[in-house]
């Protein structure tokens, strides 16, 4: 019998998945943090087995190597990283090295949003990413820099803003806006000349500041013109990144699927209305899609591809009826 293996590992967990040939889901495990820039090699090690071996017991394997496995990981980018990943799946056995795939997240986000189809994913989340594949199996990524340089659009970024808004409010710079009160609540000073004691003694993280991006998004519901005029520049911005991958891959010219993935779009039309109507300006053949299946789902896939299968119609059907039962479950 065959058996694949996917993983998606991030900054909060690691998630496993054991698929059988058919493409049906056999086991799930989790485990802890799987991005070994902040845990270390070791620690994603332990974060991986922890994972494995809880979906093998969940479908009743016993530790033989799988037939291949795939690992779609934040922040592995270079040939550094991709080094340090398989030195780990080597040590821990996972499959043979010829049939372990390792990337980043994006790309298992991708095959997950549209079912192993090329096509754009743009994750927006704490931070930002747009990734795309061809045809041809050519991928291209844009943004995901990280947030000195780049995470544009992201939660993160709308938060930032939020606090550039409010600053230059205060200063005469831009038109009052209810921005100013949000940050001075959020931050919770009593005056914008205490902002330097949170943003630059205490230091606020990533994942902190991305926590205004709500309120920002109610400050625009209400009808605050600064608020809205972030969002709509922030979509700007991602569509920049959309339309560039398109264009990287060939994909401009003909009708192309953008899924989104994270939890930014969860906020509805005021996001996503503002990302469709950016994106259409600059690609009008884009249609912006809800995900088709998780990303480690698209981890699965693109083990069976290692594997040598590749899932029919009626197979990829099941496995998407699979993952909404086992998410409403």
């Known amino acids: ?61 016993d530790d033989r190597p799988f037939a291949a496995a795939f690992l779609g990981l934040a922040s592995v980018v270079s040939a ?46 704490t931070g930002s990413s ?36 409010a600053v230059r409010a205060y200063d005469g710079r831009d038109p009052a806006t209810v921005l100013l009160d949000v940050v001075l609540d959020f931050l919770q000073i009593p005056h914008i000349d205490d902002i330097y004691q949170p943003l630059y003694v205490q230091g606020l993280s990533k ?15 209400d009808g605050d013109a600064t608020a809205k005029s972030i969002i709509e520049r922030g979509m700007a911005l991602v569509a920049e990144c959309v339309q560039t991958t398109a264009h990287k891959l060939d994909l401009a010219g003909a009708p192309v699927d953008l899924a989104l993935v994270g939890g930014l779009f969860s906020a509805g039309e005021i996001i996503v209305g503002a990302l469709r109507r950016a994106v259409q300006a600059r690609l009008p053949l884009c249609t912006l899609v809800w995900p088709e299946l998780t990303p480690v789902a698209g981890a699965g896939i693109l083990a069976l591809r290692m594997a040598g299968i590749e899932l029919t119609a009626a197979q990829m059907a099941r496995l998407r009826s699979q993952v909404r039962a086992n998410s409403r479950g």
């Not at 694949?4 to 495990?29: F, P, R, S, W």
């Not at 041809?136 to 659009?153: F, H, K, L, M, N």
């Open 207 to 221: 994942t902190e500041i991305a926590k205004l991006a709500p309120q920002v998004i109610q400050a625009a519901q």
């Open 80 to 125: 550094t990283d991709h080094a340090v990943i398989r030195t780990i799946a080597a040590d821990l056995n996972l499959a043979d090295p010829a049939r372990v795939g390792i990337d980043h997240d994006c790309r298992i986000a991708l095959a997950g949003g549209l079912s192993g189809r090329p096509g754009i994913v743009q994750i927006c989340g």
């Open 130 to 165: 747009t990734f795309g594949t061809n045809a041809a199996g050519q991928g291209w990524r844009v943004g995901g820099w990280g947030r000195t340089i780049s995470d544009e659009g992201s939660a993160y970024w709308l938060g930032v803003e939020a606090m550039r808004a």
């Open 1 to 61: 019998m065959t058996h694949v293996l996917g993983i998606d590992g991030g900054g909060t967990k690691t998630h496993a998945l054991i698929m059988n040939a058919a493409g049906e889901i056999l086991g799930q495990g989790i485990g802890g943090v799987g991005n070994y820039t902040v845990v270390g090699a070791a620690g994603a090690r332990e974060s991986f087995a922890a994972a494995v071996t809880h979906a093998r017991a969940a479908a009743g394997l």
